[in-house]
Structure formats: C-alpha cells, structure tokens
C-alpha cells in the first residue's frame, strides 16, 4: 500500500514563525503535491513537484515555498506565518505512469495565532 | 478557468437510503474526473476515477456517471450506512492539475 506521512497531524505557531511540513512518501513517486484546505474553498494547490529538485507553482503560492532535496520528501515552507495560513494542509503524490491517481496524507492541521 | 461545483453541500439520510451526490464543472475539456472521501480530520482517499472515454465506473455499492457534454458527474451511493458518513469531493484532471469541488457532507443515521 502506498503511505504518505506527514510530520505532524496537528501545529500551533505564532504570526511571523517559519514554519516547516514535512511530507514522506514511500512508493518512489517522482510527483509531489502541496494543498490547503479550507472551508467552503476546497482544496487548492500551492506547489507541486515532478522530480528531485524541481518546482512549480500551483494556484495559491503566495507566502509558501518548497524544498525537495530528496525524491520521497516534500517540504512546505511557511517563511513568516500569518494568521490566514491557518488551515488544513494535505499533501500527495503520484507516479508519473499514473499522475491522476494521488495517494494523500492525513493532513496537518495549521493554526497561527 | 476551470470550476467544479458540488450541490448539496451537505445531506443528512437515514440508514438504508439509496442517494446522490452531484459534481458538476464549467469546462468539458477534462482528462478524467475523481470521487474522493474525506473522513474527518483526514487525508483523502480514492474512491472511482472515471477517464474522459468512459460513461460509468462501479464499486461495491457505488456508482459514478460522467456526462462531459452536460459538464456533470453523480456519485450514487446505494443502501446507504452509518459507516458512509463523510466528506466526498470530486475532481476533475485538467492538464497537469487536479481541480478540486467544495464537497458534500454527508451524515448517514441509523
């Protein structure tokens, strides 16, 4: 079975903290994915990645960055919280056979106070 | 830009029930669409995916039809049970991209 871990199902940070998500998956996927969820908005995407080291944009990038220095791990990058990143981050992946099919993560819940 | 639309937002049934759920999106030019479900506090998991190609997927009790003209897809969910009682979200694949709807809620009471 394919696992996506996320480094922590529940984060308390205050305004202005970098903040760090973790998100490891285990079936060798070259696609990584980066959403927030939020009520009545669904999921959005804020970053994705194909490969090792690369990057791109989704609909929502603004105050996020990203980092994957390896294939199995995706960070997200909150350099200064604010209180509108409060919300349910979820991460995925998939394999570049099958890119429509992503295994989620169980989510980390974001609250910045 | 593409939009996906799911109608109700949320749907409360008793056990037994069979129902529908709608998806509907403003761009017929998909890939494929998706039906998720999302129990509370967690990740999604994958439930039918049906490709641009394809009318209908089946699993189990479930049954997702897709009409790309119309830009709809219905999620049916027959004999329903308490242990249904989630969040379902459809998505459609627009090029490189999953294009999420808001989701129905949906509580099955016994």
């Known amino acids: 079975d394919v696992k996506v871990t996320q480094s922590s199902r529940y984060l308390v940070k205050r305004t202005g903290e970098k903040v760090f998500l973790e998100c490891v998956q285990d079936m060798d996927h070259e696609n990584m994915f980066w959403y927030r969820q939020d009520p009545g908005l669904g999921l959005r995407l804020i970053y994705f990645?194909?490969?090792?080291?690369?990057?791109e944009k989704g609909d929502i990038p603004e105050g996020y960055s990203v980092s994957r220095e390896k294939k199995e791990r995706f960070s997200l990058i909150l350099e200064s919280a604010s209180t509108n990143q409060t919300s349910m981050y979820l991460c995925?992946?998939?394999?570049?056979?099958?890119?429509?099919?992503?295994?989620f993560g169980p989510g980390t819940r974001l609250t910045v106070t | 830009k593409q939009e996906v639309t799911q109608i109700p937002a949320a749907l409360s049934v008793p056990e037994g029930e069979n129902l529908v759920l709608n998806c509907s999106f403003t761009d017929s030019a998909i890939y494929n669409l998706q039906w998720f479900r999302q129990d509370p506090g967690k990740g999604l998991t994958s439930l039918l995916l049906?490709?641009?190609?394809?009318r209908e997927q089946t699993s189990g009790r479930l049954n997702a039809s897709l009409d790309k003209s119309s830009g709809r897809s219905t999620l049916y969910i027959a004999a329903s049970q308490p242990g249904d009682s989630a969040t379902y979200l459809c998505?459609?694949?627009?090029?490189?991209?999953?294009?999420f709807g808001t989701g129905t809620r949906l509580q099955v009471f016994p």
């Open positions: 998505a459609v694949k627009d090029t490189d991209k999953l294009i």
């Open positions: 995925a992946s998939s394999s570049r056979l099958t890119p429509y099919e992503q295994y």
């Open positions: 049906i490709q641009s190609s394809q």
């Open positions: 990645s194909y490969d090792v080291k690369m990057k």
